[in-house]
Every structure is written in structure tokens, then in C-alpha cells.
């Protein structure tokens, strides 16, 4: 779970808190239990991104209102049923939950321009360890 002092150390930026009603929207309207720990992250920034510690390097979580409409946008559930975007790299790839096991939901990504099964990539377990990235830079070679 988001701590309640949760100090977004590496992140180059987030945002304020997302409205309530924006939350409880996007509970309801997604149609899945959505983790605990991104709820509470919203709830502390409504959006931002940095570096991450995982592939794909870098991640940009988008604010609460804008998840639905940016998953219909990019017809994410027609693609790939069972996926929920909540963010990107910032650039080509869909951060993602992915819905068709058992909670907790593992997070995938996947490129936007090729939103298929055989293009989802691992990674992380969970939210809460993908939380555990952010802000850090991916060790290079």
C-alpha cells in the first residue's frame, strides 16, 4: 500500500490529490477491484512519473479521470481483454493491469501500436512492487 508519507523521492513529477469523485468513478466504472495501493496512490498524486527501476524505464501513471477514457481511446479492452491501462512509458507502451488471473494483478506493458497477447511483457508482480520502482533509475550496461 501507498504509505500516507509516501515522499515520490525520484519522480520528476506528480500531481495533487485526484478529486474523491474522480476515485469513486473510476472504482466503479472499471468494472474491477482495483488495488488498494493504486487507489491510495491517486489519492496522494493524481498522476506523475519518473524513472523506473523495471522494464521499460520510465513510467507515466495518468491522472484517475483520464484512465477509462484513455483505455476506450485506445480500444485497450477490444485488444486484449482483461487489460486495464492505468499509465505508460510516456512514449510507445500501455503500463497495464492484467486482470485474467487472481488478484494481486500483475502489471504488463504492452506496445500501443501492437495491443496483442504475444506482445505483453512482464513487470512487475504486483502494484506494490511496481510502486517500489518508481523513482529509481534502470541500472545500465
Known sequence: MAPTAFDFEGWTNHEPPADPAE???????????????????????????GPLDVEPGWFQIWPAGD??????????????????????????ELLAFDTRGNPPWK????????????????VAKDFARFLMATGRATPRD
Open 23 to 49: 476515485i469513486a468513478a473510476l472504482r466503479t466504472d472499471s468494472g474491477i477491484e482495483l488495488p488498494e495501493d493504486y487507489l491510495d496512490l491517486l489519492r496522494l498524486s493524481n498522476g506523475g512519473g
Open 67 to 92: 484512465v477509462l477514457p484513455l483505455n476506450r481511446n485506445h480500444e485497450v479492452q477490444q485488444s486484449i481483454p482483461g487489460l486495464i491501462g492505468f499509465g505508460s512509458n510516456g512514449g510507445g
Open 107 to 122: 502489471i504488463v506493458m504492452v506496445p500501443f501500436l501492437a495491443l496483442q497477447d504475444e506482445a505483453i511483457v512482464w
